[in-house]
């Protein structure tokens, strides 16, 4: 899927990823039962198919905000 994304994103192009953050103790159990991976786990997996983080602004309460670049 990253790559079809990346394909499509002309170069220098952002890709923006918004989910739920997943902290055990401080999420909901509906949360940690139904998000696959939490904050870093999508930066570790986002990375190596050729975006760069490029800032991840604390927006939101209960999720995350990533924007990476092509």
């Known amino acids: 899927m990253l790559a079809s994304i990346r ?3 002309k170069p220098g192009g952002i890709l ?3 989910d739920f953050e ?3 103790g401080r999420s909901s159990s509906w949360v940690l039962g ?3 991976a939490g ?3 999508a930066i570790r997996e ?3 198919a050729g975006f760069r983080l ?3 602004p604390a927006l939101l309460k209960e ?3 990533l924007r990476f670049r092509r």
């Open 39 to 41: 904050r870093e786990q």
């Open 34 to 36: 139904h998000v696959r």
């Open 54 to 56: 490029i800032d991840q």
């Open 7 to 9: 394909r499509a994103l």
């Open 16 to 18: 923006v990823v918004i």
């Open 22 to 24: 997943r902290i055990p």
């Open 46 to 48: 986002i990375e190596p």
């Open 63 to 65: 999720n995350f905000y």
